[in-house]
């Protein structure tokens, strides 16, 4: 079966990075979307990045120009550095996919993706 396993967390002072990695196994499609959510206490999922396995990869507003999203495909591994952090970025982060994905553009809410992380806490202060 499908296991994402985030890892990388931790905390950061404002201005920092910290760089979150997924490990994915058991997942063989080769048409897929992967994406980063985060959510915060008493805030709901909010999807932060989305990558196609083509290639394309999609940012949400309030992270793009300061998180960037990368996989090695051939590991099935996923990463986020995240740099220039804010406390605004304080929440737990989940890595997401979804086989057969052909979404456009690439999706960003959680009706989008089947396979779910544990998730990950980063404090920013």
């Known amino acids: 079966h499908v296991q994402l396993v985030e890892s990388g967390g931790g905390s950061a002072q404002a201005g920092g990075s910290l760089k979150l990695t997924c490990q994915a196994s058991?997942?063989?499609?080769?048409?897929?979307?992967m994406a980063w959510f985060r959510q915060a206490p008493g805030k709901s999922r909010e999807g932060i990045a989305a990558l196609h396995a083509e290639g394309d990869i999609r940012y949400s507003d309030s992270v793009k120009g300061r998180f960037t999203f990368s996989e090695d495909a051939a590991k099935r591994t996923l990463f986020l550095q995240m740099d220039s952090l804010k406390p605004e970025d304080t929440a737990t982060y989940y890595c997401?996919?979804?086989?057969?994905?052909?979404?456009?553009?690439?999706?960003?809410?959680?009706?989008?993706?089947?396979?779910w992380g544990q998730g990950t806490q980063v404090t920013v202060s």
């Open positions: 997401a996919a979804v086989g057969l994905c052909y979404d456009d553009p690439l999706p960003l809410g959680v009706d989008g993706y089947l396979y």
């Open positions: 058991g997942f063989s499609y080769s048409v897929y979307c």
